[in-house]
């Protein structure tokens, strides 16, 4: 029953960073295609567009995938409390 | 012959430090033992060796410089997949304890014919997988030594069999951590000496101008040894020289915008500034094009890169090769950390593979014109900095993509042949029991047949992308083991049969896509987009049948204690439930 609990946070701290992820992702493509500023203005001599696709996202999921790992951490250890407690 | 040195180096390295570990770490549960004194870096960097395969680094330049920057989203994807295997199969699935997907799907589902249906896809995927290994092989060496394609698939494909048939069971967790330091030194230092060589990304104009690539300011002389439809992108003067029994005779010809012509065997030789042929079934793109990540019909099309995106983002946790790595971690939360420095780790190395296409676009334009645009990080140092230099960075690089196909290779080739030798063989001649010897003679079999369709495909492969064949192992992971694994870890009411339709199902549409794609000839518009990259269908066709017949069937799914097993924090003292631990399955064939 807690256990039931325990894994419906987890599938939820989940989707959450999964939704994050999926908001950055999932319109960069749209956005690129769509805003033909993103491709004429060049940055360095360099389109934005190549700069948004290649530099800020990995950073990004490095950035997602920790904390997502430290929350995922943290509700493993008030279960365990939890169990602990009865 | 420094880079011949090199390749050589580097496979007798390999194998050898294999046939090492194999001495050291003679049975599963040593290797399992030695493990948790393995911190999650070093673990880590297993991890990210032994996924760096051939498609990651020459398949993503290769493509780039064809393709365009679209390319790009692939190194993005095959990222990104480490995010989803975190946020969703990481932890549960190293406290299950199922060390392959065969494992996972019979003690999650409780159903033997289940196991048949994953052994059978993981056979398909581990096929699909090695042949742009194989391919890579082919290319790399007849880069180096001139040798013909199908002499280096058949070598390498030799070298593997025999190092996982002989018992290199696969490397311990510190030579693939040494072979992915390897791999990103190989690419990131010629890469960067190239760009301070070169000042820069020379000849703009070609990369995000309105330029088709271009003879450059000395003109272009390219071999060719074999005749080579092309298609010519704008109005060119050409010459071709001929050589027959011992004359040789050149012709000048004029080519108009958009001329379909077959070059004869000989050498092309083009004018200064003369826009460069391309292979025909491929496209020149002005240089505004090729710099547009998306956008554009085809393998250019939004609908693509969506797809490309979903195949490579949810099917990384479906092959069979790195979900054994997650095993050396010692619990559910170290998986979870490991993963996340993992993601760390290919970013580092996702930083490289862009600038050779870039670069090759510039500066080894003649590849376009027979198409053989995957050999770029091969060939550039050499173009870019002819001399020593160039030899030396040339041979770094050769030698940086024979590790990457060696490792993933051998890794696929131990999931294939302990496939074959655990699940495929004792159907098929119905014995209980077997002797260790007869084991480990069966898994020796199976590594040498496990091969034998792949090379035999990769010979028929040699005209598609190395990113394209990887692609399709990842849309065919993607639409079966991503459902089963998602459903199977978070969903309380999935059951055998809906598990099973939906792999087939996912199954049945991936692969069929591919193959009416490549029957149709690569068809342009969303449709061939479609074909060419069927994920963003097949995928939530295979989710939606898991459902549905799980609902629909009569079978009462009570998975308590798979659940306690999979989501359970360690620590607790819990009750043996009857969840089979593999360790006590004892340790698989061959090893």
Not at chain 1, 14 to 33: E, H, K, R, W
Not at chain 2, 492 to 498: D, E, P, Q, V, Y
Not at chain 2, 500 to 514: H, Q
Request: proline share 6%.
């Amino acid at each position: 029953m807690y256990l039931r609990r325990l894994r419906q946070r987890q599938l939820a701290l989940s989707l959450l960073t999964l939704i994050a992820f999926g908001a950055i992702v999932g319109v960069l493509p749209l956005a690129i295609d769509v805003v033909p500023q993103l491709r004429r203005l060049d940055v360095l001599g360099i389109p934005l567009a190549i700069w948004l696709l290649v530099v800020p996202l990995p950073p990004i999921f490095l950035i997602l995938g920790a904390l997502y790992a430290r929350r995922a951490d943290a509700l493993d250890e008030s279960f365990r409390e939890l169990v602990r407690r009865r | 012959m420094i880079a011949i040195l090199a390749v050589a180096a580097v496979t007798i390295g390999t194998v050898g430090l294999g046939a090492m570990g194999t001495r050291l770490a003679r049975t599963t549960s040593d290797l399992l033992v030695a493990s948790r004194a393995v911190t999650a870096w070093w673990n880590a960097a297993a991890i990210s060796g032994e996924y760096l395969s051939a498609a990651s680094f020459l398949g993503i330049a290769g493509l780039e410089m064809q393709n365009g920057t679209t390319a790009l989203w692939q190194s993005l994807g095959f990222t990104a997949g480490y995010l989803c295997l975190l946020l969703f199969v990481a932890a549960p699935l190293r406290r299950f304890g199922s060390y392959t997907i065969s494992d996972f799907a019979e003690a999650r589902l409780r159903s033997p014919r289940l196991r048949g249906l994953a052994s059978g896809t993981v056979l398909l995927i581990g096929g699909f997988y090695l042949v742009p290994q194989l391919k890579g092989a082919g290319l790399t060496l007849n880069v180096v030594t001139g040798a013909p394609y199908f002499v280096g698939v058949l070598a390498v494909g030799l070298i593997v069999s025999l190092n996982v048939g002989l018992g290199g069971m696969r490397g311990i967790t510190y030579v693939q951590a040494f072979q992915f330091w390897l791999k990103v030194f190989a690419i990131a230092l010629p890469a960067c000496l190239l760009l301070i060589h070169l000042g820069g990304l020379p000849a703009r104009a070609a990369l995000f101008g309105d330029e088709f690539p271009s003879a450059g300011a000395k003109g272009l002389a390219v071999p060719l040894s074999a005749p080579q439809p092309v298609t010519f992108p704008a109005a060119t003067r050409y010459t071709v020289v001929v050589s027959s029994r011992g004359r040789s005779t050149a012709r000048a010809f004029d080519a108009f915008a958009g001329e379909r012509t077959t070059l004869p065997a000989g050498r092309l030789l083009l004018a200064p500034h003369a826009a460069v042929p391309v292979a025909s079934g491929t496209t020149a793109l002005r240089g505004s094009e090729w710099a547009r990540p998306v956008g554009g019909g085809g393998e250019r099309s939004p609908v693509f890169v969506y797809s490309l995106l979903i195949a490579t983002f949810l099917g990384t946790m479906g092959l069979p090769h790195i979900l054994v790595r997650f095993y050396t971690n010692p619990d559910g939360p170290a998986a979870r950390h490991t993963t996340v420095r993992v993601l760390g780790l290919l970013g580092l190395f996702y930083i490289f593979p862009g600038i050779y296409g870039a670069l090759g676009r510039v500066l080894v334009p003649q590849l376009y014109v027979t198409g053989a645009t995957d050999t770029v990080v091969l060939r550039l140092p050499q173009a870019a900095w002819p001399g020593t230099v160039g030899n030396v960075l040339g041979a770094i690089t050769a030698a940086g993509a024979f590790a990457a196909f060696l490792s993933t290779s051998s890794g696929l080739l131990v999931s294939i042949a302990g496939t074959i030798s655990h699940d495929v063989w004792p159907r098929v001649s119905r014995e209980r029991t077997t002797t260790v010897a007869i084991r480990r003679l069966r898994f020796r079999l199976a590594a040498v047949l496990g091969m034998l369709a792949p090379i035999v495909v990769a010979f028929f492969a040699q005209g598609v992308d190395i990113a394209v064949l990887v692609g399709w192992a990842f849309a065919l992971a993607a639409s079966t083991f991503c459902p089963l694994f998602l459903l199977g870890i978070w969903w309380t009411r999935l059951t055998a049969a809906g598990a099973a339709c939906g792999m087939v199902a996912g199954a049945v549409l991936a692969t069929s896509g591919i193959l009416v794609g490549l029957a149709l000839g690569e068809p342009g518009g969303v449709a061939g987009a479609l074909l060419a990259q069927p994920a963003i269908v097949s995928v939530p066709i295979a989710f939606l049948a898991m459902i549905a017949v799980s609902l629909g069937s009569t079978e009462r799914p009570a998975p308590d204690a798979e659940m306690l097993a999979l989501h359970a924090p360690e620590g607790l003292d819990l009750p043996d439930l009857g969840v089979r631990d593999p360790f006590v399955l004892g340790p698989r064939a061959g090893a």
